[in-house]
Nanobody, 128 residues
């Protein structure tokens, strides 16, 4: 059974930075594209960033482009999301997920239904 565990969330002031991590086990990490999603109170879960198997291709939601960086270290079975210039509207539970389909592009990477395994999430709170 694939297991994903997010960590690194916390409270940060607006304009600050934070890095969240996603540790994977129970599968061949390097064989799958991955993604970060977030869900704020009262909101639908939304796509944040995606990364292909090797890490050579990344996709970002317009709302985080230029501020967030997704990366992965396949040797450590870990994916990261480096967040900078944080805004109160970034406050949400951040989830990592495994991409379940084959062909990968920007539209498909942002499609929540294309992902199967999900982590438990880590809370990121940005104060104003």
């Amino acid at each position: 059974q694939v297991q994903l565990v997010e960590s690194g969330g916390g409270l940060v002031q607006a304009g600050g930075s934070l890095r969240v991590s996603c540790a994977a086990s129970g599968g061949t990490f390097s064989a799958y594209a991955m993604g970060w999603f977030r869900q704020a109170p009262g909101k639908e879960r939304e796509f944040v960033a995606g990364i292909n198997r090797s890490g050579s291709t990344t996709y970002y939601a317009d709302s985080v482009k230029g501020r967030f960086t997704i990366s992965r270290d396949n040797a450590k079975n870990t994916m990261y999301l480096q967040m900078s210039s944080l805004k109160p509207e970034d406050t949400a539970v951040y989830y990592c997920a495994v991409y379940a389909s084959i062909f990968y592009n920007g539209d498909r990477a942002a499609d929540t239904s294309k992902y199967n395994h999900w982590g438990q999430g880590t809370q990121v709170t940005v104060s104003s």
